[in-house]
């Protein structure tokens, strides 16, 4: 008898734009400080893509898939999926994944599609990544959290504007090797509709077609009830982490490293005393990059393999939370 094949991670990468905006540059053409948003959130600073191209969704894609496949030692033909989580790709038609696929230069004519999950994208392409590696349909997978959210953001609106910023990161999944110990473990995606108004954009869709009228009044932007995202984000992140490793049958304690979405230190901070859980073990970066939805587990989790906090052989959990409401936990062995 054959067993299922495992799912491993064989490569990462990230790219964040060159412009860092510090909350004293904020200061500037807001009212805040530096002091309130290091208090209520923990961001210090936050990237900014380039509007003249260059740190385009795509662009910032292609330099971290570039690193992805360098570090998974592959050819860019061997990539036969991509997905591309994204609230903000480069265009409303085609989608992400087809542009990457160009200028990447893959000609293997590999599936292509988006996936949008607000900030719990990455972590649901990593799900159906695992899917399509588990049952043969493909092997290997690239799944991409890459976000330009300066540009749907309303920089007059404090209450939103000061927590978001521009990132991508890039990982490619494939087979584990039969002496290997890699493998995603359990993996648990949820939604709540029923929130759906708590973090939105409902312009510029079938319903609300964009007009002068709606830019006049800046009506096209992202809106957040951050009271209400807090309140459940911190419930959620919790809850589905417990969940998952439920599903794993693995106990908190013998997690080394948690890579929560970087939304508020104060909702880290909460998810992780919820839990339980050593706040020295969990990836925390952002400080330096703030709110990338899709992007924050990606570029975390790069980072912290980098840094060499995470490594081979260890028990690692996503728990992402958004729009939508969207949330989802995944637990593997790296
Ligand atoms: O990725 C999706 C998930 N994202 C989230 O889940 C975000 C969750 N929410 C949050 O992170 C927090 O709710 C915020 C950071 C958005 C807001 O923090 P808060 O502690 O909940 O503040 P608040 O909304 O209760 O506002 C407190 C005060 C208000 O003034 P008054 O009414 O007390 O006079 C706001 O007007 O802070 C004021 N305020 C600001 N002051 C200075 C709001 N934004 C700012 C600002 N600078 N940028």
Redesign the pocket.
């Known amino acids: 008898m054959t067993s299922m094949p495992r799912t491993k991670i064989l490569g990462t990468g990230m790219y964040v734009p060159k412009k860092i905006v510090t909350n004293f540059d904020l200061e500037k053409t807001?009212?805040?400080?530096d002091e309130?948003?290091t208090e209520?959130?923990g961001i210090k600073e936050r990237r900014i893509s380039s509007t003249t191209g260059g740190e385009f969704p795509t662009d910032m894609a292609k330099y971290a898939t570039e690193e992805a496949l360098k570090n998974a030692g592959l050819d860019r033909n061997d990539i036969d999926l991509i997905l591309f989580a994204t609230v903000t790709p480069d265009m409303p038609l085609p989608c992400s994944a087809s542009i990457l696929q160009t200028k990447l230069g893959i000609t293997n004519h590999c599936a292509c599609f988006d996936l949008s999950a607000?900030?719990s994208g990455f972590v649901y392409g990593l799900d159906l990544a695992d899917s399509y590696i588990k049952t043969g349909k493909a092997e290997h997978v690239l799944v991409i959290g890459s976000e330009m959210l300066s540009t749907v953001v309303n920089w007059k609106d404090?209450?939103?504007c000061?927590?978001l910023g521009d990132a991508c990161g890039a990982t490619i999944l494939g087979r584990s090797g039969d002496t290997d110990e890699s493998d995603i473990l359990a993996t648990h995606l949820s939604a709540d509709g029923t929130g759906k108004e708590y973090?939105d954009n409902p312009i510029g869709g079938a319903v609300a077609p964009l007009t002068v009228e709606h830019i006049a009044k800046r009506e096209h932007f992202m809106h957040?009830k951050?009271?209400d995202?807090?309140k459940?984000?911190t419930r959620t992140l919790a809850k589905n982490t417990r969940t998952v490793l439920k599903k794993a049958d693995i106990q908190m304690e013998n997690v080394d490293w948690l890579v929560p979405?970087q939304?508020?230190i104060?909702?880290i901070n909460t998810t992780v005393s919820i839990l339980k859980f050593d706040i020295n073990k969990t990836v925390i970066n952002i400080e330096k990059y703030g709110?990338t939805?899709s992007a924050t587990i990606p570029v975390a989790f790069h980072e912290a393999i980098m840094e060499n906090k995470i490594k081979r052989g260890q028990t690692v959990v996503f728990s992402a939370?958004?729009?939508g409401l969207t949330s989802g936990s995944i637990v593997f062995k790296y």
Do not use: E
């Not at 807001?30 to 400080?33: F, H, V």
């Open positions: 807001l009212d805040t400080s309130w948003i209520r959130t607000a900030c404090r209450s939103v000061i927590l973090f957040m951050g009271r995202m807090f459940v984000a979405h939304a508020n104060r909702i709110n939805s939370f958004g729009a």
